[in-house]
């Protein structure tokens, strides 16, 4: 299996995270990083932040003032990521994902946080490695079905309860 060194930042005090969380995004990006077949070593950053803060990162870099679930910093483009000079590892970007927001998408969905959370981090990913939808049609239909695809490589399907999450 190939090295992905997920590196993970809790700057929100809203919420105590569950245990298991940040395994669960480690095996979340595994998860996506094997689905598509990136075969070299790779790093990731992935910081959980409230409403307010997710909210400034809008406004800074989409010029949208308002707050979200979760943000994509891809540093690649076209399959071509920066390598950290100190493990080789292909620097694919940065994930943020509101704390709050996810919360609140959860209980709206009728799922767990775990579920959300997996969701957020897998849809990013994507994004990570050029995945868009903001077009919608075909090529959000594609990235909803690798969504699902990893999600159920997982063990998280829609509909699943806290179980699919025991470590």
Not at 4 to 30: E, F
Not at 78 to 98: C, F, H, R, W
Not at 102 to 122: C, D, M, N, P, S
Request: charged letters at 30%; glycine letters at 6%; a negative charge.
């Amino acid at each position: 299996m190939v090295k992905t060194k997920v590196i993970i930042t809790d700057k929100q005090k809203n919420h105590k995270l569950p245990s298991g969380i940040r395994m669960l995004v480690r095996r979340a990006c595994n998860a996506v990083l094997v689905t598509e077949e990136f075969l070299e070593p790779a790093e990731v950053n992935v910081t959980f932040v409230d409403d307010e803060q997710i909210k400034e990162l809008n406004t800074t870099y989409r010029n949208i003032e308002k707050s979200t679930d979760v943000l994509s910093f891809p540093l690649g483009e076209n399959g071509l990521y920066d390598t950290n000079p100190e493990n080789g590892a292909k620097m694919l970007g940065d994930i943020v994902i509101s704390v709050d927001h996810a919360i609140k998408q959860a209980e709206l969905y009728g799922h767990t946080l775990q579920r959300e959370v997996a969701f957020l981090t897998v849809h990013s990913m994507l994004h990570l490695l050029g995945y868009d939808h903001i077009n919608g049609g075909l090529e959000q239909m594609k990235m909803r079905e690798k969504e699902e695809l990893v999600l159920a490589k997982l063990g998280v399907v829609r509909g699943e309860d806290e179980e699919a999450f025991e470590e």
